[in-house]
């Protein structure tokens, strides 16, 4: 027999509001359809239920049962975010999972009982860890979707499998929502609660209220139209969030990504502003490693925010990251240990935000034959480097980028004197030279003559001259 664990939140959207702003938590709080006084409230939380406002109420009347009252927008968006949030909870446990319409997430309890001590267990993993996220859920094991929802909602944590219709007798007929015109009948025949509709002949009920009448009759059974169909996982994580003012400041945006961010830990990150000019503003947010740590994200999101400010104030903001495992670094017996992840990305940020994001990253051969000629590609942390061979050349060039324009007296066409910018003297040494061409066949042809000069500075250069002109390129260390 199947083992079905359910997840849900309680009044979602009350609990979506309050997980995106947490100021809300035990307020008298009500969500709106729409904005003005005729809106209909859609959804209130227990202290605004306790002062008397109901969905269906206009938002005048509303205020005017409770002076005190709340009133925001519903927000689809960060809904979304919350279900999203509780499949992430539930797929640390199980991998067949599947999330309804309602915000609630199924799971297939068998496959996670080697993780937790029993059905009980793996409840309580399941409200814990979706506390650490955010999100006061309830969950419960039974034998179909069906049984563990209403077992859910009504506060019991596992159903032995054989004592399901005993379960669900006692509930009454309301937790099922059945039409107002199927709940009138049902009434008229004296049918107050699941046992009573669960004893009922399904086609006797079908024939009198059709096909949703039998459908009600079949989940008082606690039987389900459908097994559990898992759906795919994956894809970017978002958190998102509408905002009652617009922002037109970056510190008060900050101090609203500080939230999203302390619930996300990323490999890459992209940031999406809804502005109150009816535009959207898209951004990447790269990062060099895979990390949960808070202020890495917000100097990452801030420098780049500092480069590209919005063109206009912000009504939205929507955080979307792609989850990825941390990477193990190995590390050498011999050579030093390198930067944390989290520092490394925060410094990779400041660069791209200072020199432009194509001119930050680790260089790559291009294919020329230009002498010098390097590329840009991203940066990966990767193993670390080989030493040095006892028996390899010592002898290192350290490139100037770009060439150094230098002045060269020469005799005989030797060069005799250089003078430069930071160096100078006699030529007491030389080699070559040495001519490079290529890129003939283009637009970027070059033809130089390479020198290698000792000077009486005491430092040995590599100089070139092209078209006339002479250049220093490199000096030997």
């Not at 938002?59 to 927000?75: T, W, Y």
């Not at 968006?77 to 609630?104: F, K």
């Not at 989850?323 to 240990?337: D, H």
């Not at 390097?374 to 050349?393: H, I, M, Q, R």
Request: proline residues 8%; charged residues 20%.
């Amino acid at each position: 027999m199947p083992r079905i664990a359910c997840l849900l939140v309680p009044d979602l959207p009350v609990a979506a509001a309050c997980r995106a702003d947490p100021d809300l938590a035990g307020r008298p709080l009500a969500l709106s359809a729409g904005t003005g006084t005729h809106a209909p409230i859609v959804a209130a939380a227990a202290a605004a239920r306790a002062r008397g406002v109901r969905a269906g109420h206009t938002v005048a009347q509303a205020r005017a049962i409770a002076a005190d009252l709340i009133v925001r927008p519903r927000d689809e968006a960060a809904e979304r975010s919350a279900v999203r949030a509780l499949v992430d909870v539930a797929a640390s446990l199980a991998s067949r999972i599947e999330a309804a319409a309602d915000g609630a997430v199924f799971l297939d309890a068998a496959g996670a009982t080697h993780l937790v001590p029993g059905e009980a267990g793996l409840a309580t993993a399941l409200v814990a860890r979706a506390a650490r996220v955010g999100l006061a859920a309830r969950a419960a094991v039974g034998g179909s979707m069906t049984v563990a929802r209403l077992a859910a909602l009504h506060g019991a944590e596992v159903v032995p499998a054989g004592t399901e219709l005993g379960f669900l007798a006692p509930l009454p007929l309301a937790c099922l929502a059945p039409p107002p015109e199927i709940a009138a009948t049902l009434a008229r025949w004296g049918i107050r609660r699941l046992g009573d509709l669960a004893r009922l002949p399904v086609a006797e009920v079908a024939t009198r209220l059709g096909p949703a009448g039998a459908v009600l009759v079949r989940t008082a059974r606690g039987e389900d139209e459908r097994p559990l169909a898992p759906q795919a996982l994956g894809g970017p994580l978002e958190e998102a969030i509408g905002l009652e003012h617009a922002l037109d400041a970056l510190e008060p945006l900050l101090f609203v990504l500080r939230g999203l961010v302390e619930r996300i830990g990323v490999a890459r990150l992209g940031l999406a502003l809804g502005l109150d000019d009816r535009s959207r503003d898209e951004r990447p947010v790269p990062l060099a490693a895979p990390t949960r740590d808070v202020k890495t994200l917000l100097t990452c999101l801030r420098v780049e925010l500092e480069a590209r400010p919005p063109r206009a104030a912000v009504e939205r903001v929507v955080l979307a990251a792609v989850p990825e495992a941390v990477r193990a670094a190995q590390l050498g017996l011999f050579s030093p240990a390198g930067p944390s992840p989290e520092r490394l990305a925060t410094t990779l940020a400041r660069l791209a935000a200072l020199c432009g994001a194509d001119r930050v990253g680790a260089p790559t051969v291009v294919d020329s034959h230009r002498p010098g000629a390097a590329g840009v590609e991203p940066f990966t942390l990767g193993g670390a480097p080989a030493p040095p061979s006892a028996n390899g050349c010592r002898l290192v060039v350290r490139a100037l980028r770009p060439p150094r324009p230098v002045e060269v007296f020469a005799d005989r066409d030797r060069p005799d004197f250089v003078r430069g910018e930071g160096l100078g003297g006699r030529v007491v040494g030389a080699a070559g030279p040495w001519r490079v061409a290529g890129g003939w066949w283009s637009d970027g042809a070059f033809a130089r003559d390479y020198f290698d000069l000792e000077l009486t500075d005491g430092g040995i250069y590599r100089c070139f001259r092209e078209n006339g002109r002479w250049f220093v390129d490199g000096v030997y260390d």
